[in-house]
């Protein structure tokens, strides 16, 4: 009910947060009246649900307005319908009223009379979240990201939840139905002008251009003459609205007849039968939107390069009509997103203009300035993106469009390959971005205009000023125009960096300052705030410390200041993401006092502080600083702040980095820590997950942690975060299951909950780490193998031949002591142990020294005994293995005289040619070992078997 109206209805811009008296929003509240009416009467168990929290607005009823069904007493109203708690579900305390459940809103807009429509109003000028207020956070989360894969299901556990979903869908399809209304009415008063059409056909003569290249062979009127209006449609034809014709003449099919009307754009069919409205036709190289659109949009064009289609999309159809998709959101897809039409290019792959940002930190950090990505687009010499001549109108309409012509393009533009560094560089070169920050809040209109007039280089040059309170003006107002990118690139090259720091040098802990060190201290908060902006770019984080900004934020560190302190901390975790800061947070004692603040009752503050320690915390001495300042239980109590997810992400980053250090964990379990980590496994954000399992992870390290975590009953979900996305999830889930894994018990569970089979699984993952990581996990699975079942234990070993075929994983296999393991199982008779095992013992001699120590180890003379198997593919493996394990001296003595070249001798006779050449291989080495005089000559052989077995002797 409130997200479309939120984002899409028509709202004062003076910030009073009030809907506009306009005929639109006026039809928009009353198809609310007309839902919530519907809802009551054909769905009243949903109706009786009761709100997360009451909605409550400023009403105009009055207590005598209420009849039977009502507790009145004076001027106060309680509905005698009630909650599972005895609380009303409407209460009246003139002039604000609070309602608790459709039910109790339908019967109060009946009692409203004449007075609903100013009473829905109210309400939702009121209550601007209202979907948080009737579902919740999460539920009304999917409904504003309009998330039609999630299951609304999974988002609740409650008794009532089966109520609550089936009022969650309830809501959506109002959503939608509002949405088609509003599409309706916008269509209504949206119409195409010669000059725009003229604009457009001018703006598509682009492509005919560039040679060989060119994507168009020529654009052009069917009639050249042009009346007084601006239309070349004949009079007779303009009376139904049509402005002019045109023929599209592709490289690479045949002509397109265009009919451009007020109505819109529109193919002409090759048959005479007419043309529906809002159908999209495609052709090859160029895609046009046919129908009238919301937003006078002539012709898209997807632009890609002539002859690169089959190439691109060889299943793709060259021409047809896509059905358009179902309900409000399927309507603004069909009609703005060329991602969903059958002509759709494959965009050209190309690196990301972002790189991969530190995970688990909600700092912003940008990797390059804007004068940097200029150079750059000058070097890498990026094409076109096939989406640039959409991006060119949607930017138009976005400067030029209302508040609801802005909406829909915004949602036109979630559909670009926004990831696409071409796709990001087209938006900057046509303007995008500016227009895009504009949107961000209306205060920022005010702040780009500053920047583009160059007056943040005369507020620079007003820090310089003697005047305290004209300093601390403009150090704040460079703090809020400092939110742009090229703001703060501004204030680095015009000396302002250095400007801000000297403010802030002043003695913010003195106990009685005078009014000029108030002013002193006020001015360095001032200062701060701007530093804080400008610290989110690496660049002026170099700056701030040459400039000496480190100690004189030190100094205010140990301001008794809230309003001080979130700035300077903010600052400080904002550039601890730099090595030289981490040294010199810990060099210069701030740890103190960030331990100190973790116990603030400002959450905000908490977080910073915590987030700080997060990104300092990994060196050992500051871990072992922040144990010495007790700063590790005020870390622990601050994971029952659950509901503060930022807050969460940060303290328990902050533990896991802690954690390393294991006296830091022996203190941590004092508090119970691990107990609160395990509670934190479930319905967490990614970045809380990451933290919390790498966390889990390092207490896994101490033996008695471990029967804690599966007492807890934390395996489960740490095995069901093994079917997660999120790399870095992955790494930590794995390395902690393997650490779980070393406890026999707990591999009992692993098992049983099949965690082996899903972390093999991640071997097919595409980053190396998770593969690494995943490998790590297999080992401790091996060594607590000893247990009869063979089934678990052939497993490993196969999952262990697929792993060490990567020779990064085959450095962690080896570095966590895979041949001893290995080693321990093969005095076995069981014939898959031994074809698994003897497949892993040969891969596993691929890196350098596992071969002499497979020998030390005792595996040779068992695998010799293996090739007595009647199984081929056990002849095969073991074969494999010995013939690389015959590489080294030592190994080749232990086989001679285990007698293996007689059988080696027969398996040569092989119609296998590699299992022949391993073979013989094997028997070369052998032989060459017994030419050096190191080991007896093997028997000789006859001639004719020497050439029916052959190669290599």
């Not at 009849?67 to 509905?79: A, H």
């Not at 200062?527 to 410390?545: D, F, H, M, Y």
């Not at 980590?677 to 319905?683: A, F, G, M, N, P």
Request: charged share 25%; glycine share 6%.
């Amino acid at each position: 009910m409130g997200v479309t109206l939120t984002k899409a209805a028509q709202w004062t811009s003076s910030g009073t947060g009030k809907l506009e008296l306009t005929p639109m929003n006026e039809s928009l509240l009353k198809e609310v009246l007309r839902s919530v009416e519907q809802l009551f009467s054909r769905h009243p168990q949903e109706s009786k649900h009761v709100f997360e929290e009451p909605l409550q607005w400023s009403t105009t009823l009055v207590a005598s307005d209420f009849k039977t069904d009502y507790d009145i007493s004076e001027f106060n109203v309680q509905s005698n319908e009630k909650d599972s708690e005895g609380q009303p579900l409407l209460r009246l305390s003139p002039p604000t009223v609070y309602v608790r459940s459709f039910s109790q809103l339908s019967k109060l807009l009946h009692l409203a009379a004449d007075k609903k429509l100013e009473e829905a109003r109210t309400c939702l000028e009121e209550n601007r979240d209202a979907v948080v207020k009737i579902l919740g956070p999460r539920f009304a989360d999917i409904l504003e990201r309009e998330d039609t894969q999630t299951d609304p299901v999974d988002e609740d556990t409650s008794e009532d939840s089966e109520v609550k979903v089936k009022l969650f869908r309830l809501l959506q399809n109002m959503d939608q139905q509002l949405l088609s209304k509003l599409l309706e009415e916008i269509s209504e008063h949206v119409r195409l002008d010669p000059a725009a059409a003229n604009s457009d056909v001018e703006s598509l003569k682009q492509f005919c251009r560039g040679g060989d290249g060119r994507l168009l062979k020529s654009v052009r009127y069917t009639s050249d003459y042009e009346f007084s209006n601006g239309c070349r449609a004949p009079p007779w034809r303009q009376v139904h609205g049509e402005i002019c014709y045109l023929i599209i003449e592709p490289c690479d099919t045949e002509d397109l007849h265009i009919t451009c009307s007020t109505g819109g754009v529109y193919l002409n069919a090759p048959s005479p039968a007419p043309i529906g409205r809002g159908e999209c036709y495609a052709a090859c190289n160029i895609i046009i939107m046919v129908g009238r659109t919301d937003l006078h949009i002539i012709a898209y064009t997807t632009l890609t390069a002539v002859g690169k289609v089959e190439e691109n999309n060889p299943g793709r159809e060259k021409s047809g009509k896509k059905k358009q998709a179902t309900g409000a959101k399927g309507k603004l897809k069909a009609e703005f997103s060329l991602s969903s039409l059958p002509g759709r290019m494959t965009p050209q792959k190309s690196k990301t203009l972002a790189g991969a940002m530190e995970l688990s930190s909600d700092s912003s950090t940008e990797d390059e300035d804007e004068e940097e990505l200029s150079e750059r687009r000058l070097q890498i010499q990026i094409e076109q993106s096939p989406d640039y001549w959409l991006i060119y109108k949607l930017v138009k309409f976005l400067k030029r469009g209302d508040q609801t012509a802005t909406v829909l393009c915004l949602c036109a533009m979630l559909d670009l390959n926004l990831m696409q560094e071409g796709c990001q560089l087209d938006i900057w070169d046509i303007g995008g971005v500016e227009v895009l920050l504009n949107l961000l809040d209306s205060d920022e209109v005010k702040c780009q205009t500053i920047l583009d007039m160059d007056g943040l280089q005369s507020i620079v040059k007003i820090l310089d000023r003697p005047y305290k309170d004209l300093k601390a003006l403009a150090a704040e107002t460079i703090a809020n125009v400092a939110r742009f990118r090229k703001a703060r690139t501004t204030v680095r090259r015009c000396g302002g960096i250095e400007k801000l720091v000297k403010l802030l040098d002043c003695l913010p802990t003195l106990a009685n300052m005078s009014p000029n060190q108030e002013k002193d201290v006020e001015v360095a908060h001032c200062g701060v705030l701007a530093l804080w902006s400008c610290s989110k770019c690496n660049r002026n984080k170099e700056a701030i410390r040459v400039a000496g900004g480190i100690p004189l934020l030190g100094r205010l560190l140990r301001s008794p200041d809230v309003n001080m302190l979130i700035p300077v901390v903010g600052t400080l975790q904002e550039c601890a993401s730099e090595e030289c800061y981490r040294i010199a947070i810990k060099n210069e004692d701030m740890i103190k006092d960030l331990v100190q603040n973790l116990s603030s009752d400002n959450n905000e503050l908490q977080m910073h502080c915590a987030s700080a320690i997060f990104k300092c915390a990994e060196d050992k001495e500051t871990s072992d600083l922040v144990r010495k300042y007790n700063g590790l239980e005020p870390l622990v109590l601050l994971l029952g702040k659950a509901e503060d997810k930022k807050l969460l992400a940060a303290a328990t980053g902050a533990i896991w980095k802690c954690s390393i250090c294991m006296k830091n964990v022996a203190k941590f379990q004092e508090h119970k820590a691990l107990e609160s980590l395990i509670s934190l496994l479930t319905d967490q954000p990614i970045d809380v997950l990451i933290n919390v399992v790498g966390a889990i992870g390092e207490f896994a390290k101490v033996a008695a942690n471990r029967g804690i975590i599966r007492k807890c009953k934390g395996i489960n979900p740490l095995i069901n975060l093994l079917t997660e996305t999120n790399q870095a999830l992955l790494v930590n889930v794995t390395k902690t299951v393997g650490a779980c894994a070393i406890d026999r018990d707990n591999m009992a569970v692993i098992s049983q909950l099949d965690g082996v089979r899903f972390v093999w699984s991640l071997l097919k993952n595409s980053s190396t780490e998770v593969q690494s990581s995943a490998a790590w996990a297999l080992c401790p699975c091996i060594e607590n193998a000893k247990s009869t079942n063979i089934e678990v234990l052939a497993s490993i070993c196969a999952a262990i031949s697929k792993i060490a075929k990567n020779k990064e994983n085959l450095a962690v296999l080896t570095d966590h002591d895979v041949v001893p393991l290995l080693a321990k199982l093969t005095n076995t008779t069981d014939e898959r142990l031994c074809l698994h095992l003897a497949e892993a013992i040969g891969h596993c001699c691929m890196w350098e020294g596992n071969k002499a120590s497979f020998g030390e180890a005792g595996v040779v003379a068992p695998l010799v005994d293996y090739l007595k198997s009647n199984n081929s593919a056990v002849h095969y493996h073991t074969t494999m293995a010995l013939y690389q394990l015959s590489k080294d001296p030592n190994n080749c003595i232990t086989m001679n005289e285990k007698g293996v070249v007689k059988p080696l001798i027969l398996i040569m006779g092989s119609d296998d040619e590699k299992l022949q050449e391993a073979a013989a291989g094997c028997v070369r080495n052998i032989r060459l070992q017994a030419l050096a005089g190191k080991i007896p000559p093997p028997k000789k052989i006859s001639i004719g078997t020497a050439k029916r077995c052959g190669k290599g002797l």
